[in-house]
């Protein structure tokens, strides 16, 4: 006999099975009864001796207070007075036409029924007994047979396993999303398009490492830009925003955990993860609930994004009938700004119920400790700052050639190439998509080297504005392309782009990607090994790496 649910009992029901236990409880505690004994207890109760020997038999069988409980009026749960023919087409019917991707509903269900008992000679059943028989189905059988077997999955399998990071860095969650707020044209102030937020979050202590925004799409360089800025300190970067707040995360962090996207496997990632001794955990396939520290961080920082102008919302229904192009009113750099300010002002100030404190408490607790925790003290800090964004650049393996390295069909040198003019094996070298003019080679010494154009003439252009003018170039019939054909077809595009700015949101987007390409005084830093001289070192001096790299956009 399964329990009722007890909240389902009546008071009156209740006190009465208290009445008969006491006496059902003596009789089956005497293991020498007589049917004198049952009658006793029977004239007690007012039942006959019968009565009494079932309620002795049941209480016997599970000595609890609910096996007393009055029995209900009506037939039992489940009886069926349908014919076993007709329960026979309500359960094929459910499996042919209910139970598939189409997703048909209980009354289309119920039409189908009632069309094959028609067919059959049987009395057509009501909707509430066809109802009966599809929820008398498991639940994850229904999800999975019109849903899938992975909505199925996410619903009904235990999520089992966790994520442990008991002191500040030892696992970072590093995620994308697009920003639910359209950003305008710095000069126009004409919208543009939604950019792409890149947060990374310290999983122990809810803090926010670092974040990148661009204009473009998740890549290898935009987990480059937000892992760098998450591990370098952030006091010239907030100081440069004119953010009046503390944001102390800074360090190497210990472990990433990633999902499984292209651009958190790429080589330059993997390389540059060993190169610093941390470590990388993909998420195991099919378990979204082990990036649930990231996805709330994500969800938290869109709810305060609403509260903007030009802002999508989450959903149709929540923007009703608001434009947002015609709300817009803020630049990408000026949404990277309030950014900083929500994160470093307000969200780690904030109080966290996972956590019972605050984001920026439970950080300096993490490194300083206190009574009851042990502090992990402070983090491995980046020594070279410059070197740790490039080691996580893309990669490309390039031969040294007598005219130099070409790369993306452009010509690079530097005087240090002689040394290594016919050397048999391919040489690594990075790229930052933002600024095609500069790209670095690693030598057999483990140091960088800086190569630029061997045209020092050629302006500097990014990777995306590289790709339009091939496309340009092959739509016009030049399978051979160079080097020279390339930057005049980059130098038309940007003239046609300034001078349609007002036209087309397309072209106003690739004029903001434009616009922030690394400015001209980062292609007169110095050539070669940067310990080789000091030439223009004060230049390079004036701006840190992360104040630089938030001031291009990324491919």
Request: glycine share 6%; net charge positive; charged share 30%.
């Amino acid at each position: 006999m399964s329990t009722p649910d007890l909240t389902m009992v009546s008071e009156a029901d209740w006190n009465e099975a208290r009445r008969r236990l006491p006496v059902i409880r003596r009789l089956a505690e005497n293991r020498t009864r007589t049917r004198a004994d049952v009658v006793a207890g029977a004239a007690e109760l007012g039942f006959g001796a019968t009565q009494i020997y079932a309620f002795l038999r049941a209480y016997l069988d599970d000595p609890r207070l609910t096996t007393l409980l009055p029995a209900g009026c009506g037939p039992p749960w489940g009886y069926s007075k349908l014919k076993a023919e007709v329960n026979a087409v309500i359960e094929e019917a459910i499996d042919a036409v209910y139970l598939t991707r189409q997703r048909l509903k209980i009354v289309d269900l119920v039409a189908e029924v009632h069309r094959q008992c028609v067919a059959r000679g049987l009395a057509k059943p009501g909707r509430k007994a066809v109802t009966a028989r599809v929820r008398k189905r498991p639940a994850r059988e229904i999800v999975a047979k019109r849903e899938g077997r992975k909505a199925a999955r996410d619903r009904y399998v235990p999520a089992i396993g966790s994520l442990e990071a008991h002191w500040p860095l030892s696992l970072i969650q590093i995620d994308h999303t697009l920003v639910d707020v359209i950003v305008v044209d710095s000069e126009t102030r004409t919208s543009i398009q939604r950019p792409w937020l890149t947060l990374a979050i310290d999983v122990c202590t809810r803090c926010v490492a670092g974040f990148h925004l661009s204009l473009e799409p998740p890549s290898a360089t935009s987990v480059a830009l937000c892992l760098s800025h998450g591990a370098l300190a952030k006091d010239s970067w907030l100081a440069e925003r004119r953010i009046d707040a503390v944001w102390p995360v800074r360090g190497i962090p210990e472990r990433l955990h990633l999902d499984n996207a292209k651009e958190f496997r790429s080589e330059a990632l993997k390389r540059g993860c060993e190169q610093y001794g941390i470590a990388i955990d993909h998420r195991p396939v099919r378990t979204p609930h082990y990036g649930g520290h990231i996805e709330r961080l994500i969800g938290t920082m869109m709810g305060k994004v609403h509260l903007l102008p030009g802002t999508t919302f989450s959903n149709v229904q929540a923007k009703g009938d608001l434009n947002p192009d015609k709300t817009a009113a803020m630049t990408l750099e000026e949404v990277e700004r309030w950014l900083g300010h929500a994160i470093a002002g307000v969200y780690h100030r904030e109080l966290h119920r996972g956590i019972a404190m605050t984001p920026l408490a439970a950080w300096e607790r993490g490194i300083a400790g206190d009574d009851a925790t042990l502090g992990r003290g402070e983090p491995t800090a980046v020594a070279d700052p410059r070197r740790f964004l490039i080691d996580f650049l893309p990669i490309e393996r390039r031969l040294i050639r007598r005219d130099g390295v070409a790369l993306h069909s452009i010509a690079y040198w530097s005087d240090v190439l002689s040394t290594w003019i016919g050397h048999p094996e391919p040489m690594i070298v990075r790229y930052d998509p933002r600024d095609l003019s500069r790209i670095y080679l690693l030598g057999p010494d483990g140091s960088y080297y800086d190569l630029s154009y061997r045209d020092l003439r050629r302006p500097a252009i990014s990777l995306w504005e590289h790709r339009l003018a091939l496309k340009r170039l092959r739509e016009d019939g030049r399978m051979q392309v160079d080097e020279a054909a390339i930057f005049r077809t980059v130098e038309t595009m940007r003239a046609i782009a300034d001078d349609a700015v007002h036209a087309s949101k397309k072209a106003r987007r690739q004029r903001a990607r434009r616009l922030l390409v690394a400015p001209a005084v980062q292609r007169d830093l110095p050539q070669g090994n940067p310990a080789d001289t000091d030439i223009c070192r004060e230049v390079g001096d004036e701006q840190q790496p992360h104040e630089r790299m938030f001031q291009v956009e990324e491919w």
